[in-house]
């Protein structure tokens, strides 16, 4: 049985570019969340994604955007990249309001 | 303001004895859920254990236990019997129940090494 799986594993991304990062839930969840990492920190909830729609935000600008396909996958957009978007892009997935969390292993992302 | 605080960036722990990682947190809503979650170096976080806010008795999973105590607001996690597999980064963090969204709120994180 898969669990999350993200790609790629690492990025490497010059400022003002703008980068997809990619998640596929566990098999049976329908929902997809996103949270960014720094280095040295916790993750910070970005967005979660839900039948296509996006459920919930976080304190994250406009720049990042996200879609979910029927297929319950998910992408993760960042437009104009900053130096401090630098980080690890973790991919959750959870089966409706359930509580059962699955991590996929991130993107790390580094903009030079 | 919903918080979680883990104030020991890093511990030290022999293998083989027991070590209680702290945590902290901070909600107005009256119920929520606590969890704790391993990250080693390759990134992906590993669910640990978890406790709801109207769970009497405290959570165990295995070596791991969670010492729930409501009036403080804390839920500090339990390792016994440490082993070298368990250094590692660990987090606390907390759903609000009624938080449709179902986003995770998480601390900065402790940062255990095990000792042969």
């Known amino acids: 049985d898969a669990g999350v799986t993200q790609s790629p594993t690492h990025l490497i991304k010059t400022r003002g570019q703008q980068v997809t990062l990619r998640c596929s839930p566990k098999s049976g969840h329908d929902t997809v969340s996103w949270y960014q990492q720094a280095l040295g920190q916790g993750p910070q909830f970005i967005f979660q994604?839900?039948?296509?729609?996006?459920?919930q935000r976080g304190n994250f600008p406009d720049r990042f955007s996200g879609h979910q396909f029927p297929n319950y996958s998910s992408e993760l957009n960042v437009n104009a990249l900053l130096l401090g978007d630098s980080a690890l892009y973790l991919c959750?997935?959870?089966?409706?309001?359930?509580?059962?969390?699955?991590f996929g292993s991130g993107t790390r992302l580094t903009v030079v | 303001a919903q918080k979680i605080t883990q104030t020991q960036p890093g511990m030290f722990v022999q293998e083989k004895e027991a070590v209680t990682l702290d945590c902290t947190y901070d909600?107005?809503?009256?119920?929520?859920?606590l969890f704790w979650y391993k990250q080693p170096s390759s990134g992906e976080m590993i669910f640990l254990i978890y406790?709801?806010?109207?769970?009497?008795q405290n959570a165990t999973e295995g070596r791991y236990s969670l010492n729930f105590q409501k009036a403080r607001k804390s839920a500090n996690l339990v390792i016994s019997a440490s082993q070298l597999g368990d250094s590692a980064m660990y987090f606390c963090a907390m759903r609000p129940f009624f938080d449709q969204g179902g986003k995770l709120i998480f601390g900065q994180g402790t940062e255990l090494s095990v000792k042969p």
């Open positions: 406790q709801g806010s109207y769970d009497q």
């Open positions: 994604y839900y039948e296509e729609e996006e459920r």
């Open positions: 909600t107005s809503d009256p119920s929520y859920g």
């Open positions: 959750a997935s959870s089966s409706g309001g359930g509580f059962g969390y699955t």
